[in-house]
Nanobody, 121 residues
Framework: QVQVVESGGGLVQPGGSLRLSCAASGINFSIFKMGWYRQAPGEQRELVADITSGDSTNYPDSVKGRFSISRDNSKKSVYLQMNSLKPEDTAVYYC???????????????WGPGTQVTVSS
């Protein structure tokens, strides 16, 4: 069966760094678009970064220049390097694997259970 599992969350001081990892199994990882999303209490889930099968990356302005996403297809893993962390980065971070079925509007989505990131002094 498909499994998507995040790791690497924790407590960090403002200005610090964390590296999140996500390992997927049960999918043809290399063809999936991989993404990191986050959700703070009372807020909607939002995109943090994504990377296509061709290694094109995308970031919202709120994290551009501070966060970096990368993938290793041989390890079926995706990573999120987070630098210069701010208290407003505090959230549960989720890994997403997405594949748009060709010639259809169907998108196959898999989500991990999430990992907590807390930025606080």
């Amino acid at each position: 069966q498909v499994q998507v599992v995040e790791s690497g969350g924790g407590l960090v001081q403002p200005g610090g760094s964390l590296r999140l990892s996500c390992a997927a199994s049960g999918i043809n990882f290399s063809i999936f678009k991989m993404g990191w999303y986050r959700q703070a209490p009372g807020e909607q889930r939002e995109l943090v970064a994504d990377i296509t099968s061709g290694d094109s990356t995308n970031y919202p302005d709120s994290v551009k220049g501070r966060f970096s996403i990368s993938r290793d297809n041989s390890k079926k893993s995706v990573y999120l390097q987070m630098n210069s962390l701010k208290p407003e980065d505090t959230a549960v971070y989720y890994c997403n694997a997405a594949f748009k079925v060709p010639l259809s509007s169907r998108v196959v989505n898999y989500w991990g259970p999430g990992t907590q990131v807390t930025v606080s002094s």
